[in-house]
């Protein structure tokens, strides 16, 4: 992945600059599959999206319109501490900005007030998202359908040891039926969210079997940069768009058959 990837378009370009956030660190489950969806479906879409691939030490995009990050190995989070602290007054005003963003499992922690290791060590968060995370032994694995009042059910796969706590005030993006699974394994919460910023453990990767919530972050991503979401999709592109729906649909119909 180049630092900067233009997918250019027919029609007069709406741009979209959009921000794959420690992609060499923080990519470990697929999740570039959320980017390459974003990209994808905002151009059928009419507009033209720009990709800056941030990682530690690069100069941050002049513009951003959305973020997308990743998840890590414990170690992976520890590389890009000190970066992301750095980073944390801009991404704090993006976020309360109104700047979409989807942060999946370590970014998802490290967007929170603190992560703990099972081994002690406390990682710093950049307090975005009110929540805060433990690490534990036992992992929970296997495929998740959770549901939300905005997006349906929400089709993913988790794989974390870490146990996250929404605090007071904090809306969960989705819930779970059963208990060992979700944020915690306890209180049937998956996610969060607050203004824009959508946080999870659900990889898959999640965007391309949710194209609710990919169409949810372009939409923010449209109406903050240009006023409005205003798709321009030609007959080709609806055929497109239609297509990778119903691509999506098989795919979630499968995951949720599918046992943990």
């Known amino acids: 992945m180049t630092s900067e990837q233009t997918f250019p378009i027919q029609s ?24 390459l969806t974003i990209m994808r479906r905002a151009q059928l879409y009419g507009y033209q999206p720009v990709l800056h691939a941030y990682n530690q030490g690069d100069p941050w ?11 890590g190995q414990d ?3 520890s590389a890009i501490q000190d970066d992301l602290y750095m980073r944390a007054p801009q991404l704090q005003a993006l976020a309360q900005d109104g700047v979409p963003m989807l ?14 290791t ?5 990682i ?19 495929n998740v359908v959770e549901h939300s009042d905005e997006f349906g059910d929400i089709v993913g796969y988790e794989n974390h040891s870490g146990q996250t706590v929404l605090h007071a005030g904090v809306e969960p993006l989705g819930r ?10 306890q209180d049937h919460t998956e996610g969060a969210r607050l203004h824009n910023v959508i946080g999870t453990y659900m990889h898959g990767s999640l965007l391309p079997k949710n194209p609710r919530i990919a169409d949810f972050l372009i939409g923010q991503a449209a109406r903050r940069r240009c006023g409005e979401f205003r798709p321009l999709s030609d007959a080709n592109g609806k055929r497109e768009l239609e297509r990778l729906n119903t691509l999506a649909e098989q795919a ?3 995951a949720m058959k599918r046992p943990r």
């Open 12 to 35: 007069t370009p709406r741009v979209l600059d959009i921000v794959s956030l420690y992609p060499n660190d923080m990519n470990i489950y697929g999740d570039s599959g959320n980017v």
């Open 61 to 71: 995009p002049e513009q951003v319109d959305m973020i997308i990050g990743g998840g």
């Open 75 to 77: 170690k992976g989070q």
């Open 103 to 116: 942060m999946i499992c370590g970014l998802y922690q490290l967007f929170g007030d603190y992560f703990e």
């Open 118 to 122: 099972a081994t002690g060590e406390r």
């Open 124 to 142: 710093q968060g950049i307090g975005i998202l009110g929540v805060h995370t433990t690490g534990q032994d036992t992992r929970m694995i296997g």
């Open 176 to 185: 779970v039926d059963h208990d060992g699974m979700g944020n915690n394994g």
């Open 252 to 254: 979630r119909h499968v």
